[in-house]
């Protein structure tokens, strides 16, 4: 069974502060995404990474994949508060469609 | 191109009763998810249906749910004999093709409330 791990789980950080969240997967995958979630609304597509070394950066948020170490990560840089919300990785391991199987989510406190 | 059309947003039921959760997938797309979030949890995947097939139900509860997508219409999530565990949010989504996982698209959600 697939399993991916996220962490921290919890992240308070203050303004202008860089911070890395981590998310391991369990089985070979070369298609990871990243979501964000505001409290009460749904998933907002950030990134989409499909091969090993994939790099993507859109504002002050940038995402890895090393599908050898089946570790991606999300890169905060210079943090604002409009960062806060919950962030989500989830794989893909395409046996069925494009069903994902997400982490449990870092919650991300933004602080003035 | 609206999106990922669930309804309603917000439902509440007295345990016992069924709840309907509707979801119209983008236009264009013919491939369903379903996935629940517990509070504090990440998405767990459901089900996944093509028109008029059930795909994989893997993630279903083998009792009290059930979903469909007919030929016509919106797909449904159906919980019959609801009970307070069953408070969560059901979120939908759609894609356009087989192993499209890039071109997956998420529903606002519906937030179920038992009572």
């Known amino acids: 069974e697939l399993k991916v791990e996220q962490n921290p789980l919890f992240l308070s950080m203050q303004e202008g502060k860089n911070y890395t969240i981590y998310c391991n997967y369990s089985?070979?995958?070369?298609?990871l995404y990243w979501y964000r979630q505001d409290p009460g609304k749904s998933l907002e597509s950030l990134f989409v990474?499909?091969?090993?070394?994939a790099v993507k950066q859109e504002g002050r948020l940038m995402a890895s994949l090393d599908t050898k170490a089946r570790l991606s990560t999300l890169h905060i840089t210079a943090a604002v508060h409009d960062l806060s919300a919950t962030y989500f990785c989830?794989?893909?391991?395409?046996?069925?469609?494009?069903?994902?199987?997400f982490g449990e989510g870092t919650q991300l406190t933004v602080n003035p | 191109n609206a999106g990922v059309m669930q309804n309603p947003r917000h439902l509440v039921r007295r345990r016992g009763q069924e709840a309907r959760l509707r979801c119209s997938p983008m236009?264009?797309?013919?491939?369903v998810y379903w996935y629940r979030q517990l509070p504090e949890e990440g998405l767990k995947f459901m089900v996944y249906?093509?028109?008029?097939?059930?795909?994989?139900e893997s993630g279903m509860p083998k009792e009290r749910f059930s979903a469909e997508f007919p030929k016509e219409g919106p797909s449904i999530l159906r919980i019959q004999q609801v009970v307070r565990g069953d408070s969560a949010a059901y979120f939908c989504?759609?894609?356009?093709?087989?192993?499209?996982?890039?071109?997956?698209?998420f529903g606002s959600g519906t937030q179920l409330s038992v009572l």
């Open positions: 989504a759609s894609s356009p093709r087989l192993g499209g996982s890039e071109k997956l698209f």
């Open positions: 089985t070979t995958s070369d298609r």
């Open positions: 990474l499909l091969s090993n070394g």
């Open positions: 989830a794989v893909d391991i395409g046996t069925s469609g494009s069903r994902l199987t």
């Open positions: 236009k264009g797309h013919s491939h």
């Open positions: 249906l093509q028109k008029e097939n059930i795909i994989d």
